[in-house]
């Protein structure tokens, strides 16, 4: 598998995916009276990912931009792996993404009974059969690529003992795995999937919508594709390893004689430094390797939310990588960058410093507070200012000062001048260490009264720009620096004798506490921040008044140092 790379700023963005391609096409050629309708299908199995993200934004976008519909099904053939909290993420997060399924929600379990007669149609014309084999014989007498499967001795029942067989099954008559509905194909038939597949199977669980009604249930790929057909979906776009399930799915439309849908199969999303299978992400979750399934940490939508990414971030990713046809990973500073184009346009500048030193400015009055006035956001001057004070105690970022510092070091050492951020001009005088230790305690510095709101009082130049907070004023604020879940490039490529999860990266949470300016205090839950110099923070659901908590959504890529 290839990782992409892209150049960000040379993305093809109007040229049209061989999808749209088809599609207008298919207008063009007048088929199904012009009309595209989709459908997301998700299985209500575990909650939605980067990668379902991407088809969603992919079938209702092509239904918008083709005056058609999209339908939301859930595919919810396995009561046994699903679950009604599912259901409810997965529409709380298709509506965050900004999508619309009107009254178009739709069950799969809807059409169960539909499922059913499709089955006895099959029975009626022999191309299905109930088998008393254990799934365990089933799979062994399959064959294998190179050789041929192995006939079961049921396979020629008759109609009427089928018919029969089949209603019991549905009667509840049979223990689980005591026999199943096969389709009667060709147990030598190149493709494995056409061997005499499963069509039903005796499950004694309750289901979460048809509760006790049914003890027998079609498979997924007995549902699937005939549930797009009754939905007269026109475009049923799925991810690629659903290419070899097109022969059957053909069949069933073939053999039952009803609306066939187009099949068109793309490339799964998959991320650097990520995993997405939901088996995989369910394991997180249950094992608590995270916390959660909206751990800021997890490429889930909820995750991703709560992490603070927009739905515009999500889109302009999903745009930029385009549909593609053979499988690829992206690299996941692409989705990065996109959180940060966009927060940098809506997202306030706030000051916070994360790993304080204490500076005291000698020469500033004692008990003196000035409100100085700061930007809120740059990119946005309707966002107007705000007031922060200032006084004679701050703290700075300890990074930002250098005792002896390197050559090209522009922020503050002794005998340097910096300005400090809405500020003053400060010129470090003195460096106070603990005695015993070495380790420098405070730093005292001067300022020049001339220079308020960082402005030169006359042509002279500071190099460096940093950020503080007033000691006396700044409010605590619990931050959470969330960094890759995994430390592997490709994690669910994994070597021999090991497992997935022993790439996880044991840093990729560090809480800490930092020192922020007072506006912070009372913050409402998912607000998003530049902290000035360090990057973007979202207020964390656990924020509580006057105790803010942030989650490190993506670090700047520039700070004012370089950019200057
Ligand atoms: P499962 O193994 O449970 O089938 P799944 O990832 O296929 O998992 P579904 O709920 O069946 O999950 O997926 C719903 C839709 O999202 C399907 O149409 C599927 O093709 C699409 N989808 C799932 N994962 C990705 C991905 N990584 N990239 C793009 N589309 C995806
Ligand atoms: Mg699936």
Request: glycine share 4%; with cysteine; hydrophobic share 30%.
């Given at each position: 598998?290839e990782?992409?790379?892209?150049?960000?700023?040379?993305?093809?963005?109007?040229?049209?995916?061989?999808?749209?391609?088809?599609?207008?096409?298919?207008?063009?050629?007048?088929?199904?009276?012009?009309?595209?309708?989709?459908?997301?299908?998700?299985?209500?199995?575990?909650?939605?990912?980067i990668?379902?993200?991407k088809?969603?934004?992919?079938?209702?976008?092509?239904?918008?931009?083709?005056?058609?519909?999209?339908n939301?099904?859930f595919?919810?053939?396995?009561?046994?792996?699903?679950?009604?909290?599912?259901?409810?993420?997965?529409?709380?997060?298709?509506?965050?993404?900004?999508?619309?399924?009107?009254?178009?929600?739709?069950?799969?379990?809807?059409?169960?009974?539909?499922?059913?007669?499709?089955?006895?149609?099959?029975?009626?014309?022999?191309?299905?059969?109930?088998?008393?084999?254990?799934?365990?014989?089933?799979s062994?007498?399959?064959g294998?690529?190179?050789?041929?499967?192995?006939?079961s001795p049921?396979?020629?029942?008759?109609?009427?003992?089928?018919?029969?067989?089949?209603?019991?099954?549905?009667?509840?008559?049979?223990?689980?795995?005591?026999?199943?509905?096969?389709?009667?194909?060709?147990?030598?038939?190149?493709?494995?999937?056409?061997?005499?597949?499963?069509?039903?199977?005796?499950?004694k669980?309750?289901?979460?919508?048809?509760?006790?009604?049914?003890?027998?249930?079609?498979?997924?790929?007995?549902?699937?594709?005939?549930?797009?057909?009754?939905?007269?979906?026109?475009?049923?776009?799925?991810?690629?390893?659903?290419?070899?399930?097109?022969?059957?799915?053909?069949?069933?439309?073939?053999?039952?004689?009803?609306?066939?849908?187009?099949?068109?199969?793309?490339?799964?999303?998959?991320?650097t430094?990520?995993?997405?299978?939901?088996?995989?992400?369910?394991?997180?979750?249950?094992?608590?390797?995270?916390?959660?399934?909206?751990?800021?940490?997890?490429p889930?939508i909820?995750?991703?939310?709560?992490?603070?990414?927009?739905?515009?971030?999500?889109?302009?990713?999903?745009?930029?990588i385009?549909?593609?046809?053979?499988?690829?990973?992206?690299?996941?500073?692409?989705?990065?960058?996109?959180v940060?184009?966009?927060?940098?346009?809506?997202?306030?500048?706030?000051?916070?410093?994360?790993?304080?030193?204490?500076?005291?400015?000698?020469?500033?009055?004692?008990?003196?507070?000035?409100?100085?006035?700061?930007?809120?956001?740059?990119?946005?001057f309707?966002?107007?200012?705000?007031?922060?004070?200032?006084?004679?105690?701050?703290?700075?970022?300890?990074?930002?000062?250098?005792?002896?510092?390197?050559?090209?070091?522009?922020?503050?050492?002794?005998?340097?001048?910096?300005?400090?951020?809405?500020?003053?001009?400060?010129?470090?005088?003195?460096?106070?260490?603990?005695p015993?230790?070495?380790?420098?305690k405070?730093?005292?510095?001067?300022?020049?009264?001339?220079?308020?709101?960082?402005?030169?009082?006359?042509?002279?130049?500071?190099?460096?720009?940093?950020?503080w907070v007033?000691?006396?004023?700044c409010?605590?604020?619990?931050?959470r620096?969330?960094d890759?879940?995994?430390?592997?490039?490709?994690?669910?490529?994994?070597e021999?004798?090991?497992?997935?999860?022993?790439?996880?990266?044991?840093?990729?949470?560090?809480?800490?506490?930092?020192?922020?300016?007072?506006s912070?205090?009372?913050?409402?839950?998912?607000?998003?921040?530049?902290?000035?110099?360090?990057?973007?923070?979202?207020?964390?659901k656990?924020?509580?008044p006057g105790?803010?908590?942030?989650?490190?959504?993506?670090?700047?890529?520039?700070?004012?140092?370089?950019?200057?």
């Amino acid at each position: 598998m290839e990782t992409e790379k892209f150049d960000n700023n040379n993305l093809p963005s109007n040229s049209k995916n061989f999808i749209e391609q088809i599609i207008e096409e298919d207008i063009k050629n007048n088929k199904n009276g012009g009309s595209v309708h989709t459908r997301f299908p998700p299985e209500p199995n575990g909650y939605l990912h980067i990668g379902h993200a991407k088809s969603i934004i992919l079938n209702f976008g092509l239904a918008k931009k083709y005056n058609g519909l999209c339908n939301l099904r859930f595919d919810d053939t396995n009561p046994v792996k699903e679950d009604i909290e599912y259901i409810d993420s997965i529409k709380e997060d298709i509506k965050w993404l900004g999508f619309d399924w009107e009254d178009r929600e739709y069950y799969a379990s809807d059409y169960f009974e539909i499922l059913y007669e499709y089955a006895e149609k099959l029975i009626k014309k022999e191309k299905a059969y109930v088998c008393d084999l254990s799934p365990d014989e089933i799979s062994k007498q399959r064959g294998t690529v190179t050789t041929k499967g192995i006939e079961s001795p049921y396979r020629n029942r008759s109609i009427e003992e089928n018919l029969d067989l089949f209603r019991r099954m549905r009667n509840g008559e049979f223990e689980e795995g005591s026999c199943v509905l096969r389709a009667k194909i060709d147990m030598s038939h190149p493709n494995m999937l056409m061997r005499d597949p499963i069509l039903y199977r005796i499950i004694k669980t309750s289901h979460h919508r048809t509760g006790d009604k049914w003890c027998i249930y079609p498979m997924y790929d007995f549902a699937h594709g005939q549930c797009d057909s009754i939905e007269r979906i026109t475009h049923s776009i799925c991810t690629l390893e659903f290419e070899v399930h097109k022969q059957l799915y053909d069949w069933f439309v073939k053999e039952l004689e009803i609306f066939a849908p187009q099949q068109i199969e793309f490339a799964r999303l998959n991320l650097t430094y990520t995993v997405m299978s939901k088996r995989k992400l369910l394991e997180l979750v249950e094992n608590k390797y995270v916390n959660g399934w909206d751990d800021p940490r997890m490429p889930t939508i909820c995750g991703l939310r709560r992490r603070g990414y927009t739905p515009e971030s999500i889109k302009m990713f999903s745009d930029k990588i385009g549909v593609a046809r053979r499988d690829n990973t992206i690299d996941v500073s692409l989705l990065e960058f996109c959180v940060r184009e966009h927060l940098n346009k809506i997202a306030e500048r706030r000051m916070a410093v994360l790993n304080p030193l204490k500076v005291v400015i000698t020469n500033y009055p004692d008990n003196h507070i000035e409100e100085l006035d700061a930007v809120n956001n740059p990119e946005d001057f309707e966002k107007g200012t705000r007031k922060i004070p200032f006084s004679r105690v701050i703290y700075i970022e300890r990074d930002d000062f250098i005792e002896n510092p390197p050559q090209h070091f522009f922020r503050l050492s002794p005998g340097n001048e910096v300005r400090l951020r809405y500020a003053y001009f400060i010129k470090c005088t003195d460096v106070i260490k603990d005695p015993t230790t070495g380790e420098i305690k405070e730093i005292h510095c001067t300022y020049d009264p001339a220079s308020k709101g960082g402005n030169s009082p006359d042509g002279r130049k500071v190099k460096g720009t940093i950020h503080w907070v007033s000691a006396n004023h700044c409010i605590e604020a619990e931050i959470r620096l969330y960094d890759r879940l995994f430390l592997s490039e490709f994690p669910e490529q994994v070597e021999e004798g090991h497992n997935y999860t022993d790439y996880l990266n044991p840093d990729s949470l560090k809480i800490i506490k930092a020192f922020a300016e007072p506006s912070l205090a009372n913050v409402d839950i998912n607000t998003r921040f530049q902290f000035e110099r360090i990057g973007y923070f979202t207020a964390d659901k656990d924020t509580m008044p006057g105790k803010p908590v942030f989650n490190r959504t993506v670090t700047l890529k520039d700070s004012w140092i370089r950019k200057k």
